[in-house]
Nanobody
Framework: QVQLVESGGGLVQAGGSLRLSCAAS????????MGWFRQAPGKEREFVAA????????YYADSVKGRFTISRGSAKNTVYLHMNSLKPEDTAVFYC?????????????????WGQGTRVTVSS
């Protein structure tokens, strides 16, 4: 059974930091692109960041560029999202996803597997 399990969400003040983790199991994800998406209350899900299977390539939404960093663990089945300088507008449920392609990594329809999400709330 394929599972992506996110953790690390919580409540943080504006300007603070959080690190989200996503642990993948059930198959080998070392060859998969891993991505983070988020969905704020009342809004559509949006792309946040993606990392290639070997970690050599990353891609960020403009809204998080320079503040968030995506990385992979050494075993490649874990992906992290380091979030700094958090803003109230970053408040959302963050989802981890896995894709068997790199092209179009900002498009959620290109992802094959999804986690259940972890909530991040940034207070002003």
């Amino acid at each position: 059974q394929v599972q992506l399990v996110e953790s690390g969400g919580g409540l943080v003040q504006a300007g603070g930091s959080l690190r989200l983790s996503c642990a993948a199991s059930g198959r080998t994800f070392s060859s998969y692109t891993m991505g983070w998406f988020r969905q704020a209350p009342g809004k559509e899900r949006e792309f946040v960041a993606a990392i290639s299977w070997n970690g050599d390539s990353t891609y960020y939404a403009d809204s998080v560029k320079g503040r968030f960093t995506i990385s992979r663990g050494s075993a490649k089945n874990t992906v992290y999202l380091h979030m700094n300088s958090l803003k109230p507008e970053d408040t959302a449920v963050f989802y981890c996803a896995a894709s068997n392609r790199w092209g179009g990594s900002s498009l959620d329809q290109n992802y094959n597997y999804w986690g259940q999400g972890t909530r991040v709330t940034v207070s002003s």
